[in-house]
Structure formats: C-alpha cells, structure tokens
C-alpha cells in the first residue's frame, strides 16, 4: 500500500461530470477521493481509505470529516444516479447494440448482523447459510462495456419473527391505557413493517419504471432470467415500445395440442417425435464469439402473458444436451437476434464480479440505510470510471490481450496506478529539493 497524494487525472476528468450534484468543494473532493480508493486501495472502507491519503502540510482533514461529507452530508444520491445514466448514455451513444440486464446479487458480511440490510439466510449460491445483502442491480452493456445504472439493497423481511413476538407477548386483557398505546405500537410497526416490504420483482419494476421515465436509453431492450420475469415488469417493457428476453423455466404451462403442457416436456416431445425442427444458427454472442446452435421457434400462448415467441436451444447437434428455454415478447424476431440478445444478459455478472472484487461491494462495515446505499452507489460511478481509464500494460504480457483488440481491467488499473504515482513523485521531488532528508519524507508520507 502505497501513500495518495492526488487523484488520477482520468478519474479527474470522469469525476468532473457529477460536480453540481454536490454542494461544497470540500465535499466533492473528499467524494472523489473515496472514489479513488475503491479502486486503488486494497482496504475499501473509509477508514482504510483515508489512512491511504497523505494532505498537504497544513491542510490535514480529519477522517470524521471524510466520512461526514461521503455518508452525512446532503447531497441526493438519486440525483448522482441520474447524472451517472446520463454520462452513460452520452458515451453509449451510436456505439451498436444496447442491452439493459436486470438481476440481483448477494454481497456477504459474515462478521456482522448490524449492517443495514443484511440478515442470516439460506444461500442458495454457496448452498449453506451465511449472512448478506441482496442488492438488486440494471447494467447497461454493448460489445465493449458494462456499466451500473442503477442499485438498490433490499431491505430483510422479519415478518414471521415479528408476528411470533406478537403472539408470544399478548395479554388477555390490558388494563392500563399505557399499555393500550404500547400495544397499538407495535402492532403498527408490525403492519408498516409488512407492507413496506418489497420483493425483487417489485424492485425490479421501480428501477426499470424510473430508468424509462428518464428515458436516456431508447435504443436498449432488456434480458433477465426467470427469477425476474414477472408479468408487471414485461407490461412496463411493452409499454415504454421496447422488447424483452429472458429465460424460462422447464414447468412453464404453455398452450400445445389445444391443451396445457409444460415447455419442458413439450421440448422432450419434439427432441423425440420431431428432431428436424430444431434448425441450425450462427449466433454472434455479446463477447465476439461466434456459436453453433440448434433452435425451434414458435409463438406460444401463456396464461397472463398472452401470446409470445418461445425459443427451444440446444447446443450439440444430436440436441443431447439439456435445453434452454428463452421467451420474448419480439413475435417478429428469428430465433438468432433472440439468443444473441439474451447473451448480453450475462454481461451484468461481469458487473457483480468486478463490484465485489476491485469497487468493494463487500468491503465496507456501514451499518445505516443512507451509507450502505452510497456506498453501492459510488461502487457503480468507480466501476464506470475505471473502464474509461487509459490501458496499459507492460512489455513483458503475451496474453490475448497484448494485441490490444481488448482491454483487461488489470491492464485499465495499472494506468491508473501510473497516473496516481505522478503527484506521489512531484511530492518526493520537492521536498527533496527543499533539502528535507529521508527520515522527514517518510514521517510525512507514513507517520509513526
């Protein structure tokens, strides 16, 4: 770990764009250099960060300060949020295909059950219990980049442990009018509580329904997997003239023969019965690579959704192994633009890995609602940032990378390593020429 003295002049230049959401200078220099160090420091806390930076002689801040005016201070996280999808849609512009991803990640804290949002449950990724967060995150991609345009944690639901110390508590009769108003109290809280909570799909609905009503993202339609379809959120889809794929399960009821089949056997059935209407596709997915696939398509009818395009895939051409079932509200679409569609869905788990791996998703310790959600935030502004970073590298890579038709995060951070350690040095030159020796430099840069 090495002592910060500026910030990279490309986060300076990216970071200059969300200026007028922040009232003060101070305030959006301390922002800015929180920033840097989810991406540059190796502890993504605040209090790690701030024993990162090195101030100028005379002009020290203290860490409550830093943390005040990055978590306390009054600027509007929502308006940093709208401000950042429009940055974005002015760099997506003319840039090819847009895809709008919708998923949902856990962020663990296994250490602490006081941090706001998270609480101990079954996790179904890691298969045993653990304690986390469940962020709901939308990620604009197109072939080169994946950017966050929107995050929000999803509040623990306690109903069933409140409703249980409801009944445990009750009395026969009350008696004194204190206890009256102490009752009502919590059974309010209890009936707030419940109706204040909101599952994923409804999540999903708010964000994308503000996303559209800003409407920075005319050209981009949406993939989401079955654990996000929902039937509000593809009428909200349908609604604002855009199209929509995702994956559907197996047990899905479909209409076939006249009657109520579900898509997994009906896909048996043709494997079986009829294996020459699976035609082959050259499918271009998101990242370049170009597959084989052998698909049936056919505009099907579900209950509540109405009529759709359903779209059987197999990826050996014997259809030996186990299909995926990809439905779309695009009734005029060849099965081919639909599979190339649904790979962008996969981009947003590039977003979730580089979050919780370089921007510290899970790293910081706040324990209130405000904080935890600036923190996510300002996670996303970090991840967008760095992509607009310069990529270098060094000689010595042979990697596919080398050639420089792509750019690996590694290759985007060690830039800005390079631009962080030019004002280190400018430091280190002037205080050398001011004849200081080395013993001084070092009590300046990491005090004892």
């Known amino acids: 770990m090495w002592p910060l003295v500026g910030l990279p002049a490309s986060l300076v230049r990216g970071l200059s764009a969300y200026r007028g959401v922040f009232f003060r200078d101070a305030g959006f220099a301390h922002v800015s250099r929180y920033v840097s160090g989810l991406l540059l420091s190796p502890y993504k806390t605040l209090q790690g960060i701030y024993s990162q930076w090195v101030f100028p002689e005379g002009e020290g801040v203290s860490r409550r300060a830093m943390h005040e ?44 059950q006081r941090i706001y949002g998270v609480k101990r449950s079954f996790d179904y990724v890691n298969n045993r219990m653990s304690r986390y967060q469940t962020v709901m995150t939308v990620a604009l991609s197109n072939r080169e980049s994946v950017d966050g345009i929107a995050v929000e944690v999803q509040a623990p639901q306690y109903e069933v442990e409140e409703k249980a110390y409801l ?32 599952k994923r799909t409804e999540m999903a609905v708010d964000l994308v329904g503000q996303i559209e009503a800003e409407g920075q993202f005319p050209q981009a339609h949406y993939a989401f997997d079955n654990g996000v ?3 509000p959120l593809t009428a909200l889809i349908e609604q604002s003239g855009k199209h ?14 006249n009657r109520w089949q579900a898509v997994g ?14 035609r082959h596709y050259t499918v271009r997915t998101r990242n370049g690579q170009v597959k084989d696939c052998w698909a049936f398509s056919k505009v099907v009818r579900l209950r509540k959704y109405g009529r759709k395009r359903l779209v059987v895939v197999h990826e050996q051409a014997d259809l030996s192994d186990p299909p995926r079932f990809l439905l779309s509200d695009a009734l005029t679409w060849e099965s081919a633009r639909i599979m190339s569609t649904w790979s962008y869905r996969w981009s947003i788990e590039v977003f979730h890995e580089f979050c919780k791996q370089v921007a510290g998703f899970e790293a910081a310790q706040l324990r209130n609602e405000e904080g935890v959600k600036r923190h996510f935030c300002l996670s996303c502004l ?43 040095l400018q430091l280190l030159k002037t205080y050398f020429d001011q004849g200081r020796s080395v013993t001084e430099v070092l009590e300046v840069l990491m005090p004892a």
């Open 229 to 231: 379809l929902c039937r």
């Open 382 to 424: 970090a991840q967008s940032l760095l992509q607009q970073a310069p990529a270098l590298g060094q000689t010595s890579e042979r990697l596919s990378f080398a050639d420089g038709t792509q750019q690996s995060i590694g290759q985007k951070q060690y830039g800005l390593m390079r631009e962080a350690f030019e004002p280190l």
């Open 244 to 257: 929509w794929v995702s994956e559907l399960e197996k047990t899905r009821l479909i209409v076939w023969d």
């Open 167 to 198: 009944e445990m508590t009750v009395q026969p009769s009350y008696e004194e009018m204190a206890q009256v108003r102490e009752r009502l109290l919590e059974l309010l809280h209890y009936q707030k509580n419940r109706l204040g909570y909101r």
């Open 69 to 112: 005016a990055v978590f306390e201070a009054g600027w509007d996280r929502e308006a940093l949020m709208v401000q950042h999808r429009q940055v974005v849609a002015q760099r997506y512009a003319g840039q090819g295909r847009q895809v709008i991803g919708i998923d949902w990640t856990f962020a663990h804290h296994e250490h602490c």
């Open 265 to 278: 056997s009906v896909a048996a059935e043709l494997r079986r019965e009829h294996p020459e209407s699976f």
